[in-house]
């Protein structure tokens, strides 16, 4: 049996998985701690430790795996830069884990797994079947997002390929901890809106309470922000559009339970493409939720 492993390698837990290559069915999940707080050196031994456990458990072993890590793999430095666990930014981590697990792998960092995970076994391989150009966005504390074309991530030369999040969109806006201004993330992360919300009314809600507050219809601040959203997000989407016309957009994270994301977004996009007909792309809502990482993984070693 063909097998595909993934592993989701984030700040807090190691995720693995295995699965029928051909089936896509999962044959065993599991586990462990990063305790990223020991360092870099400790989180390889972690990954190490997972994969020995799986083979144990399973009996399997791999050819190749596939990671998601925060960040990306610099394609020219072959080193790890943008990790919110910084201990891992700098390093030879492609080459480490190799080096400890004794097979190749690839990476790519979370939001390209997601988007490679909802196109190849998620909501798009459902409804948008013979979609050729994905375009996968995670809009939550922060915002990121990945390109995938034919089931392939689009990595490109700098290995920022698909970093949304990071297009300016405000000449005036915020400063971004990226060192840019104006950010489509200090935009409309889940803590931007709040922060515009907390401008415009005076108070520190939650995004769920400002969405609330924005369906019971009482609140003119909620309202705004909400089209606050909307409106930036659909112009943000528009920069995508023009370029790659994607056959699809799945939207995931927090804020990506407001539904006006959803059905006001698209009418956004309307004002600023170059298109006269309507809007034709579906912006759908993830299937796979915390999973997308660990199959997106998986994924990427389907070629092995
Ligand atoms: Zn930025």
Same mark, same amino acid.
């Given at each position: 049996?063909?097998?595909?492993?993934g592993v989701d390698l984030g700040g807090t837990k190691i995720e693995g998985v295995?699965? *029928?290559? *051909?089936?896509?069915?999962?044959?065993l999940r599991k586990r462990i701690p990063t305790e990223a707080v020991k360092g870099y050196e400790h989180i390889i031994s972690q990954i190490a430790r997972l994969i020995d456990m799986i083979?144990e458990e399973?009996?399997?072993?791999?050819?190749?795996v596939?990671f998601s890590t925060p960040?990306?793999?610099?394609?020219?430095?072959?080193?790890?830069? *943008?990790c919110n666990t910084t201990c891992m930014? !700098?390093q030879?981590m492609?080459?480490d884990i190799?080096?400890a697990i004794?097979?190749? +792998?690839? +990476?790519?960092?979370d939001?390209? #797994?997601?988007?490679?995970?909802?196109?190849?076994?998620?909501?798009?391989?459902?409804?948008?079947?013979?979609?050729?150009?994905?375009?996968?966005?995670?809009?939550?504390? !922060? %915002?990121? !997002?990945?390109? %995938?074309?034919?089931?392939?991530?689009?990595?490109?030369?700098?290995?920022?390929?698909?970093?949304?999040?990071?297009?300016?969109? $405000?000449?005036?806006?915020?400063? #971004?901890? #990226?060192?840019?201004?104006?950010?489509?993330?200090?935009?409309?992360?889940?803590?931007?809106?709040?922060?515009?919300? $907390?401008?415009?009314?005076?108070?520190?809600?939650?995004?769920?309470?400002?969405?609330?507050?924005?369906?019971?219809?009482?609140?003119?601040?909620?309202?705004?922000?909400?089209?606050?959203?909307?409106?930036?997000?659909?112009?943000?989407?528009?920069?995508?559009?023009?370029?790659?016309?994607?056959?699809?957009?799945?939207?995931?994270?927090?804020?990506?339970?407001?539904? $006006?994301?959803?059905?006001?977004?698209?009418?956004?996009?309307?004002?600023?493409?170059? *298109?006269?007909?309507?809007?034709?792309?579906?912006?759908?809502?993830?299937?796979?939720?915390d999973s997308?990482g660990v199959?997106?993984a998986?994924?990427? %070693?389907?070629?092995?």
């Open positions: 049996m063909k097998t595909l492993w295995v699965m *029928n290559a *051909n089936t896509n069915e999962v044959l083979k399973t009996k399997l072993s791999p050819v190749a596939g960040g990306a793999l610099d394609p020219s430095t072959q080193t790890m830069k *943008n930014n !700098g030879r492609k080459e190799e080096r004794g097979v190749p +792998i690839e +990476i790519a960092n939001a390209n #797994c997601f988007a490679l995970a909802e196109a190849t076994m998620g909501i798009v391989k459902d409804v948008v079947p013979d979609a050729k150009v994905v375009f996968g966005i995670i809009l939550g504390t !922060g %915002v990121g !997002g990945g390109v %995938v074309i034919n089931g392939q991530v689009l990595n490109g030369r700098h290995g920022i390929g698909g970093e949304w999040g990071h297009n300016v969109l $405000e000449d005036d806006g915020y400063e #971004c901890y #990226c060192g840019k201004r104006g950010c489509n993330e200090t935009v409309f992360s889940g803590p931007s809106l709040q922060r515009y919300y $907390e401008k415009l009314s005076g108070k520190t809600l939650t995004m769920k309470e400002i969405y609330q507050n924005f369906k019971e219809g009482n609140d003119p601040h909620a309202t705004a922000t909400v089209k606050y959203l909307t409106k930036s997000f659909g112009k943000a989407i528009s920069y995508i559009t023009n370029v790659i016309d994607p056959d699809a957009i799945v939207v995931g994270g927090g804020v990506g339970n407001i539904d $006006e994301v959803y059905t006001e977004g698209p009418e956004e996009l309307k004002n600023y493409i170059f *298109n006269s007909r309507v809007v034709e792309t579906p912006f759908l809502k993830p299937k796979l939720g997308a199959f997106g998986a994924e990427l %070693v389907r070629g092995y």
